[in-house]
């Protein structure tokens, strides 16, 4: 049933990608909040089913985290009323998706320590970010290409507050993480890979907010700065737990 669900959400979310090139904005709202609802509906089941949120292995961060890109994106389309973010959103979002498909959907016993709400909204909080961080970066493309001042006013305005939110969304994660941490390990910081790069992730996005107050860094810089930060999201979320030793499995 749950696959199913994402399917039919996967089918609806490329009609949606596909109304674009059209221009047709309306079209895009009705097929993708449609296959949100699909989507939300399959993370309830999800929920439902292994008795947690839905958080606990690759399969189900990977759900996570499409639907998450496709609702900060979607909350830009409503608030704006233009879809440019969604040719790249979008089809990372439909990526992730289609890579969670393909991955074991076997439900992961719950260890002990994660058996918290810190867990929940450290891991809630993070992935969050990281889709905020991703639509920062849609919006920082599409601004470095749009031919209009207004335009790119408007796409600047997308970037900087994306990453904002993006930010405070991972500092929860960070704060929620170092005290599930100490639950779980009796340490509020361990000397890991994940762990590390969190770090990374946390100080890179706090230098671009404090680079839009310096002249020389405004518009296009901070542009780059935000798409290059996105290879470091990826690289924290898959790229540490794929090619190092973590005591984060995820």
């Given at each position: 049933?749950?696959?199913?669900l994402c399917i039919a959400s996967f089918i609806l979310y490329l009609l949606g990608i596909f109304s674009i090139p059209l221009k047709k904005v309306t079209a895009y709202k009705v097929f993708t909040t449609a296959g949100l609802l699909l989507h939300t509906t399959?993370?309830?089941?999800?929920?439902?089913?292994?008795?947690?949120?839905?958080?606990?292995?690759?399969?189900?961060?990977?759900?996570?985290?499409?639907?998450?890109?496709?609702?900060?994106?979607?909350?830009?389309?409503?608030?704006?009323?233009?879809?440019?973010?969604?040719?790249?959103?979008?089809?990372?979002?439909?990526?992730?998706?289609?890579?969670?498909?393909?991955?074991?959907?076997?439900?992961?016993?719950?260890?002990?320590?994660?058996?918290?709400?810190?867990?929940?909204?450290?891991?809630?909080?993070?992935?969050?970010?990281?889709?905020?961080?991703?639509?920062?970066?849609?919006?920082?493309?599409?601004?470095?290409?749009?031919?209009?001042?207004?335009?790119?006013?408007?796409?600047?305005?997308?970037?900087?507050?994306?990453?904002?939110?993006?930010?405070?969304?991972?500092?929860?994660?960070?704060?929620?993480?170092?005290?599930?941490?100490?639950?779980?390990?009796?340490?509020?910081?361990?000397?890991?890979?994940?762990?590390?790069?969190?770090?990374?992730?946390?100080?890179?996005?706090?230098?671009?907010?404090?680079?839009?107050?310096?002249?020389?860094?405004?518009?296009?810089?901070?542009?780059?700065?935000?798409?290059?930060?996105?290879?470091?999201?990826?690289?924290?979320?898959?790229?540490?737990?794929?090619?190092?030793?973590?005591?984060?499995?995820?």
């Open positions: 049933m749950i696959s199913g399959a993370l309830v089941m999800r929920t439902i089913e292994v008795g947690h949120a839905p958080m606990a292995n690759r399969y189900e961060t990977l759900l996570f985290f499409s639907w998450a890109i496709i609702l900060t994106n979607l909350l830009v389309v409503y608030r704006y009323r233009i879809a440019n973010t969604s040719v790249i959103t979008t089809p990372l979002a439909l990526l992730i998706l289609a890579f969670s498909m393909m991955s074991s959907d076997a439900i992961t016993p719950m260890y002990p320590a994660l058996k918290t709400i810190w867990f929940e909204i450290h891991v809630t909080s993070s992935f969050a970010g990281y889709a905020l961080f991703t639509l920062a970066m849609a919006a920082a493309v599409i601004f470095l290409i749009s031919p209009d001042s207004e335009a790119s006013k408007t796409f600047s305005d997308i970037n900087n507050k994306a990453v904002l939110w993006g930010f405070i969304l991972f500092s929860l994660s960070m704060y929620s993480g170092a005290i599930w941490g100490y639950l779980a390990w009796g340490a509020y910081w361990l000397w890991e890979p994940k762990m590390l790069w969190s770090f990374i992730l946390w100080f890179y996005y706090a230098g671009i907010l404090h680079g839009r107050y310096v002249k020389d860094w405004r518009g296009r810089p901070v542009a780059y700065l935000t798409i290059a930060g996105f290879g470091i999201v990826f690289f924290t979320y898959l790229g540490v737990s794929i090619l190092m030793q973590s005591s984060h499995k995820l």
